[in-house]
């Protein structure tokens, strides 16, 4: 029962395939969600330390989708991308990069989401009401 309440809270969908990540990318896409992506490593300190963060960012901006990944296993999307380091943050409009924060620096991270989700805000308010 635990681990559904844990379930239940977390707002952040970990992405394990090729196949998932394409799922929630184009439902996000068709919604025009804007998506913030955590690209870690189980064994990366840094990431590990985001874990939280991410989690409370998640809670704060309820219509951004916020996805997971291991880079060990999800290797085809992380070199798509190019991560190189861990953590890296990448933030997705209409499915196409906008922005990325490599680095565990929270404040940094919480301006360019700020700024990311009020430039797609009013870009998809423009694009509805065309």
Known sequence: MKGQ???KKSRIIKIDSKESW???ISHATNQSYPIVVHFSACWCVPSIVMNPFFQELA???QDVLF???DVDEVKEIASKFEIKAMPTFLLLSEGAPIDKIVGANPDEIR???D???HSTGSMNKATKEA
């Open 5 to 7: 309440e844990q379930l």
């Open 22 to 24: 394409e799922h929630y």
């Open 59 to 61: 809670s704060t901006y």
């Open 67 to 69: 996805l997971t990944l």
């Open 111 to 113: 301006k360019r989401i």
């Open 115 to 117: 700024h990311f989700i």
